[in-house]
């Protein structure tokens, strides 16, 4: 009996040794690689993407998803939508595929306007601080007595396609004076 007490202790030092070891070594792989905040859904072209963004342009494809599974599988709303599988895939796999394509193609696009110098900031963060302070604006205007056009306060979804839009139309005209220059034939 002393001979196994013997060999399950040196067999328990090895087990610590050898954690000791493995933790040391994923430690110095952390630490060597950069970290990411908790709240970093994912990153386009060096950009954080912050999990709020991240969120909110994933609730405006649901209603996308919902209405496919509800044609292509005729799937109602229950509480177990998200997770039934048609076809290979269920709504949740979809839902965040579309949502990362979405984000993807957003930033992107939101990278183009900073490159073109149309807008200093591609932060999430930013984006609402603007919207506070035209809300803000306009909530002022109306106090004083001027007249604004559209709502007094626009929501996220309001602003943001107001934005977009603004945005890709300077773009475009910026693009098309650098590369087709109009001048004397």
Known sequence: ALRV?????RRGKWLVL???LVSAALWRAQAASPRLPAEVALVVDRE?????????FMDQERVSVFEYFKTKCN?????????????????RSLLQKKAVDRVAR???EQI???ELGLIQEVRYSAFLENLEKLNRDREQAVKDGRVIYGPVRYTQLQYYGHWKATLQIQA????AQERLPVGEP
Do not use: I, M, Q
């Open 5 to 9: 007490v013997e060999s399950s202790n």
């Open 18 to 20: 050898l954690y000791l």
């Open 48 to 56: 954080v993407v912050s999990l709020d963004e991240f969120n909110w």
């Open 75 to 91: 799937f109602d709303y229950d509480k177990d939508f998200w997770t039934r599988a048609c076809e290979g895939t269920t709504p």
């Open 106 to 108: 957003e930033k992107v």
């Open 112 to 114: 183009l306007f900073r």
């Open 172 to 175: 475009k005209g910026k693009l």
